[in-house]
């Protein structure tokens, strides 16, 4: 029997990314693919890096997408700023600041954790005391956004106290760009990445970065190669630099950036500020409703992130059951917990295209009715009204 095309079920996703794909997005990456030297290619790529600079609030030339997720844009970040022999403070509040550990030591780099509880933000007490304690660091890494957990962290407290110790800020934007307020510049971050797939509702794959002048500096004069060839700015900025010539780096995934360009003009046109109101006021609908269930959130009401939803399950309620259950009869996909919080913890993801009324209403309902099902003690039948009434 041959194999016959692919045809995905058409699902509602709110987990922790990919997040839902606008069609429109989904109708520009079946545009005609051309070569990534075309001058009209270049054209977009200057178009989408001017895009770039307007979500991350910044002014910083070395702006682009890295061809590759997430993760390859958190690896692009350290292995361009970290040397062997760095001394880097990582604040970790999660799973992804776990990862940056790896990034360091992996660049033969010295990584001092800044250890905080899952579920809370960095609290800069403890990166001002790990500064005092280790003077030699020149790096402090930590994760503005931690999707494992959904809570924030003072992106700007953090990057302050980072400064006043001589040291420059890799910041993970993977979750907030989009979501939340990010202002690179008025911070001072000096280097930044994010992802497509989060609040920008793109597909996977691609991972916008930023590159402050301090930051540059340390690329451009650095003792050691970059370990990784693929990732070595000095390189890749023969491609994605300035000017109307371009050199060949690696093929750009062309129609990915069709992708990531109509995401971003949808972005602009509703305008940043519009986004972060959209994604709090949605969180809030269904803050209300899980609330009224009987529910209760993982983290404190100052910390929460309104794209990311960490949920207790409740007592004696089976996880994989549940959501398996949303899949097939709603073809709602949440998010399980990860890590430490692996079968205690449901995350519902309100990011970019997702974070709608509509779907705050489906995944209550959906809840309110799986829940009940599964024997749950809940509030029944009160969710949707009590989001309802924020909505209104
Ligand atoms: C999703 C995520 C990543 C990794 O992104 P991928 O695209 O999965 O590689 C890194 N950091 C945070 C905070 C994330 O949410």
């Known amino acids: 029997m041959p194999i016959r095309s692919f045809h995905p079920p058409q699902r509602t996703l709110m987990g922790p990314g990919p997040s839902d794909v606008s069609p429109r997005v989904l109708e520009a990456m079946s545009r005609p693919t051309i070569g990534h030297l075309d001058p009209r290619f270049i054209e977009m790529m200057d178009e989408i890096k001017q895009l770039l600079q307007y979500t991350f609030q910044t002014k910083n030339e070395l702006t682009m997408p890295v061809s590759g997720p997430g993760s390859a844009g958190m690896e692009t970040c350290f292995v361009n700023l970290v040397q062997p022999g760095d001394t880097v403070v990582v604040c970790q509040n999660g799973v992804f600041g776990g990862r940056m550990k790896e990034n360091v030591e992996r660049c033969g ?92 509702s793109c597909t996977p794959g691609l991972s916008p970065v930023s590159f402050g002048t301090r930051a540059l500096d340390v690329i451009k004069n650095r003792k050691h190669k970059v370990q990784s060839w693929f990732m070595d700015l000095n390189l890749v900025m023969a491609y994605w630099g300035s000017g109307a010539k371009r050199a060949y780096h ?29 994604h709090q006021r949605n969180h809030e609908a269904l803050r209300a409703g899980i609330e009224a269930m009987g529910l209760s959130f993982v983290v404190k009401p100052e910390a929460r992130l309104p794209q990311l939803n960490s949920i207790n399950i409740p ?32 995350r519902i993801g309100l990011m970019g295209h997702t974070s709608n009324p509509r779907n705050v209403l489906l995944c209550l309902g959906a809840l309110d009715d799986v829940l009940s099902r599964a024997g749950a003690r809940i509030n029944k039948g009160v969710a949707v009204a009590a989001a309802s009434k924020v909505l209104s």
Request: charge should be negative.
């Open 315 to 346: 007592a004696g309620i089976d996880d994989a059951a549940v959501r398996k259950e949303l899949l097939t009869s709603y073809q709602l996909e949440i998010g399980a917990g990860l890590g430490a919080m692996a079968g205690k913890v449901w």
């Open 250 to 278: 690696h093929t750009a995934p062309i129609n990915a950036l069709y992708g990531l360009h109509e995401a971003l003009v949808i972005l602009q046109d509703e305008g940043l500020e519009s986004a972060w109101h959209r």
């Open 109 to 200: 780099a010295t990584a001092i954790m800044v250890e905080n509880a899952w579920g809370e933000a960095v609290d800069p007490g403890r990166l001002e005391d790990a500064l005092k304690k280790n003077g030699a660091a020149k790096l402090v890494a930590f994760v503005h956004a931690e999707t494992s957990t959904g809570a924030q962290s003072d992106a700007k407290a953090l990057v302050d106290i980072a400064h006043r110790h001589d040291c420059l800020t890799i910041v993970d934007a993977v979750t907030s760009l989009g979501g939340t307020p990010l202002k690179v510049d008025d911070w001072g971050i000096d280097a930044v990445y994010s992802g497509s797939q989060k609040c920008l």
